[in-house]
């Protein structure tokens, strides 16, 4: 298969980010003294190896009255959201490589609001209400729209990442995928039908997204590089390296041709801007995309979730495995009971395992311990 | 001379202009409504839910389709309501209280009105009292809960209780979404549980037959 590949707006700052980045992977922070260790495991992963053992991520609540939750209710009241993220990093504990961060998090919806789209939050999801009309003469056009979230939103990132240097890593909005943008701002079966009736109009659309996508991470990144602080995406990965995620969950309602000329050209030109990306792959329906994915220059791995309705990994180690033997690396996140069948059946070579965990502390040592074990015995 | 068989391929395709105007053909050649109904569009869009299921398309194919169908139904439900046809069931249907995903449920919908089912859309989160009234309205003979979120499961659990303490007659509850599981379907007291969308057609005829 051949990818189209789109004009591409350079980053002329990627090498200063670099800089900032592997300064702070060289100190320890405050609330992780081991950081230089986890950079280093983390950068192994990045090049599909491994160093002492497969990366693992695991974080548990030590506070069992006080649950840890976005407070996307609290977003417009910077103090009082800053002194809850700050409570919720101390009560978090942190096993393996997961790295204490705050994250400023609008929940998957922010580049929608951004070009226009009134967010809206519940206890568990956000989402953005469709505004783009039959004749898409009112759909994004290359900017951003809404310029008070835009200023709330460097505020708030602003605010954790002085704060943040030489203590914890601040950790970026959720940008999701251009399509998955679109796909709310348009209403996900309105655009299914947009794609049989007025496919180049979605193209042209997300085309437009493009430069809002690059202007939001962009800016990002140079504010934690202005405050000296290490920045990581949702999944919590570090990279020595800007990185990006990537995103398509409207990608399990259409044919893969579809996909490959709809979506797939934007995910790659992301992805090539930055030279570095993970790809979330989220459910069994995003599984038939896989191997035009694995074509993608700069995406080095796939994290993959087998959607809310079928939690076991297992039934998808084959894919798994394949996607190892393609080159690129993996991160899952594990039922704990699944974890030594997946580090059994998978190469620790690029495997990140993150702990699908609600349980206490003492619980979550003991799973990374037995972890680490099971790990080196096999090495050994 | 109406063909059925080219309006059945027009509802495969999704080519709503042909749909109509075929449909408008067959009236006015005096062709049965219920020929047209079953010959025609339920039988096109019958092929559509078994391509669907077996992964040759997807849901913009399912999509447009089912809007060929709809436009054609347009001409066509006068004469049905003037013949005395109605609907071979009756179902109500609705995406569980705390939960706005839609697209499954919409899904099921449009299968279920292409199976000539009279479907009710209660829309999103719906609370159980308001499915509960829907179905003593309309006399459904099936009520569809639909759930994306794991979140909002017990309140699929609270929407079955509520329909079977209403002790309504006849009614079948189906479930479907995402995180429901045909053990979860058990648990609650459901009476079918469909898996997808595709499959919800042939779960409602087997638990209505039952």
């Known amino acids: ?380 | 001379m109406a063909d059925l068989s080219a309006l059945q391929q027009a509802v495969i395709k999704g080519d709503r202009a042909n749909a109509v105007k075929l449909t408008q053909e067959a009236v006015n050649a005096k062709v049965s409504p219920k020929e047209i109904l079953d010959q025609g569009l339920v039988a096109g869009m019958a092929v559509v839910g078994a391509r669907f299921k077996k992964n040759e398309v997807f849901v913009p194919e399912v999509l447009i389709a089912a809007r060929a169908m709809k436009e054609a139904m347009g001409v066509l439900e006068p004469v049905l309501a003037k013949a005395g046809i109605k609907p071979a069931h009756t179902a109500v249907i609705g995406t569980v209280q705390g939960d706005l995903h839609d697209i499954g449920k919409n899904l099921v919908a449009m299968m279920w009105k292409g199976a000539n089912f009279g479907v009710i859309d209660l829309g999103t989160n719906v609370p159980p009292e308001k499915f509960v009234e829907a179905a003593k309205q309309h006399q459904a003979n099936v009520v569809g809960l639909s759930a994306l979120l794991t979140t909002t499961m017990p309140a699929m659990k609270k929407t079955v209780e509520a329909i079977k303490a209403a002790n309504l007659p006849g009614v079948k509850i189906l479930v479907g979404g995402a995180p429901i599981t045909q053990a979860f379907a058990n648990e609650v007291g459901a009476d079918g549980f469909a898996p997808d969308a595709a499959t919800a057609v042939d779960v409602a005829k087997k638990v209505l037959a039952a």
């Open chain 1, 1 to 380: 298969m051949t990818i189209t590949h789109l004009p591409i707006l350079p980053m002329p700052e990627l090498d200063r980010w670099e800089m900032n980045l592997q300064r702070v992977a060289k100190t320890p922070l405050r609330c992780c003294p081991d950081l230089s260790r986890i950079a280093e495991r983390f950068e192994a992963w990045w090049h599909h190896e491994v160093l002492d053992r497969p990366v693992f991520l695991g974080k548990a609540n030590t506070n069992p009255h006080r649950p840890v939750q976005k407070r996307t209710d609290l977003l417009h009241q910077p103090d009082a959201w800053f002194a809850s993220k700050q409570q919720d990093l101390a009560q978090l504990h942190y096993v393996g490589d997961g790295i204490p961060n705050i994250r400023v998090d609008f929940g998957p919806v922010l580049l929608g609001g951004l070009l226009g789209g009134r967010m809206e939050f519940s206890e568990h999801t956000s989402w953005t209400l469709p505004y783009i009309r039959d004749d898409w003469a009112n759909a994004p056009k290359g900017h951003i729209v809404d310029e008070d979230l835009w200023r709330l939103t460097r505020e708030l990132f602003a605010r954790v990442a002085s704060d943040a240097a030489e203590k914890y890593l601040i950790g970026t909005p959720d940008l999701g995928g251009s399509a998955d943008v679109l796909s709310n701002l348009r209403n996900p079966e309105t655009l299914c039908m947009d794609v049989m009736d007025r496919p180049q109009a979605i193209a042209d659309t997300i085309d437009a997204i493009y430069p809002v996508w690059h202007e939001t991470i962009s800016a990002l990144y140079a504010l934690a590089t202005q405050a000296g602080a290490g920045l990581i995406h949702w999944l919590e990965i570090w990279s020595s390296k800007p990185y990006m995620i990537p995103a398509c969950d409207f990608n399990f309602l259409i044919d893969a041709a579809s996909f490959n000329r709809l979506c797939l050209p934007d995910i790659a030109r992301q992805v090539a801007t930055i030279k570095r990306g993970v790809f979330h792959l989220d459910g069994p329906g995003a599984t038939r995309h896989i191997d035009a994915l694995l074509e993608v220059p700069y995406l080095e791995a796939i994290q993959f979730v087998p959607g809310s309705g079928t939690p076991s990994l297992l039934p998808w180690i084959p894919m798994l495995q394949k996607i190892q033997a393609a080159g690129r690396s993996l991160y899952l996140v594990c039922l704990p009971q699944e974890i030594p069948i997946l580090a059994r059946q998978l190469r620790p070579e690029g495997l990140a395992i993150q702990a699908d965990f609600g349980g206490s502390a003492s619980e979550l040592d003991q799973l990374f311990e037995s972890f680490c074990r099971e790990t080196s015995a096999r090495r050994s």
